[in-house]
C-alpha cells in the first residue's frame, strides 16, 4: 500500500485552492497564517474589527500570491458578531477547508482589583467566540471534508494556558480554548473534521511590541532557543496541521515556545545577538 501512496512534499504539504477562514488575520500570528496560506496557493478570507488594517493586509498578501486574500469586518465580542461574521462567510463561500480561530485579546490588571468587564471581554473572545465560529461555520466545514481530506480547525490558544505563573484572564481563557479544542475534536471527528491547538509563546506583534522593546534581554533569558518566534515557525505549524501530513491528526495541542516552559531551562540561557 504505501508504494502506491504519493509521500512527496508537494503532496504531502499541498493547501492549494483550500478555501481558508482566519479570525483576527490583519496582524500578529493571524497575519503570519494568512500569509502561510496564500504563499501556499489557498484562497484566504481574514477578519477583524479594523478595516484599515484589513485592507492594508490584504494588499500585501495579494502581492505575495499565488494564492488570494480578501477580508471581511467582524467584531466577535459577542454571539451576535460571530453569527454576521458567519453569515458573511456563507455568502462568499459554501465550503471551508480550514478555520483558523485566532481572535483573542488579554487584559492586565492586579489580582485583586480585576475588573468584571476585563473577565468577560476576555472569555467572550478568546473561548466563546471559538465556540459559535465553529458551530455556525460547521455546514461549510462539512461541505469540504472527506474520510481521508477531513476539513480542519486550528485554535489559537497560548502559553499562558499552560502556564501557572500568575492568575490572570488570559491563562484562564486560553486554559479553557485548550480544552474546549479537545472536546471539538471529540465531538467533529466522526464528521471528518479534525481540532488541534496551537500554543504560541512570544512572537512579535502590536500586542507584544512594547514589551520586546523594553525587556528583550530578560525576555531573551526565558528562549533556551536564545530566540523568539518567527513567522516561519508559525507558518509551517500551520500549514502542516492543514495538510495531508496531518490528516490523522486530531486533539492535540502543540506548544511553539521554544522550549521556555519545559521544566529545567531559564535564566542561565545566554542571550543571542539575534531576535
Known amino acids: ?94 465550503r471551508l477547508a480550514v478555520l483558523v480561530n485566532n481572535t483573542g485579546v488579554s487584559w492586565g490588571a492586579p489580582y485583586d482589583d480585576f475588573p468584571e468587564h476585563g473577565w468577560d471581554k476576555v472569555m467572550a473572545l478568546n473561548v466563546k467566540a471559538i465556540f ?57 471527528a466522526p464528521l471528518h473534521i479534525t481540532v488541534n491547538c496551537i500554543c504560541p509563546g512570544l512572537f512579535p506583534s502590536k500586542m507584544t511590541s512594547f514589551g520586546i522593546a523594553k525587556y528583550r534581554d530578560t525576555l531573551l533569558r526565558r528562549q533556551p532557543t536564545g530566540r523568539i518566534g518567527t513567522p516561519s515557525d508559525l507558518g509551517g505549524v500551520v500549514i502542516f496541521l492543514s495538510s495531508a501530513a496531518a490528516a490523522h491528526l486530531t486533539g492535540n495541542v502543540l506548544v511553539l515556545d521554544g522550549g521556555s516552559t519545559v521544566t529545567g531551562w531559564g535564566l542561565e540561557k545566554p542571550v543571542s545577538s539575534k531576535m
Do not use: W
Open 132 to 188: 459559535y465560529m465553529t458551530a455556525g461555520l460547521q455546514p461549510l466545514l462539512r461541505a469540504a471534508a472527506t474520510v481521508d481530506a477531513p476539513a480542519r480547525i486550528i485554535n489559537i490558544a497560548s502559553v499562558a494556558g499552560i502556564q501557572t505563573i500568575d492568575v490572570t484572564a488570559d491563562g484562564a481563557s486560553k486554559a479553557a480554548c485548550i480544552h474546549l479544542s479537545k472536546i471539538l475534536a471529540s465531538k467533529l
Open 1 to 94: 500500500m504505501s508504494s502506491a501512496t504519493d509521500l512527496r512534499i508537494r503532496s504531502l504539504f499541498n493547501v492549494r485552492n483550500a478555501v481558508v477562514l482566519v479570525t483576527g488575520g490583519a496582524t500578529g500570528v493571524g497575519e503570519m497564517a494568512a500569509q502561510a496560506f496564500v504563499q501556499n496557493g489557498a484562497r484566504v478570507i481574514i477578519a477583524s474589527r479594523k478595516e484599515s488594517a484589513l485592507r492594508e493586509t490584504t494588499d500585501r498578501l495579494n502581492a505575495l500570491g499565488p494564492g488570494m486574500c480578501e477580508y471581511e469586518v467582524a467584531d466577535l465580542k459577542d454571539r451576535a458578531g460571530c453569527d454576521d461574521l458567519v453569515k458573511k462567510i456563507k455568502a462568499r463561500t459554501d
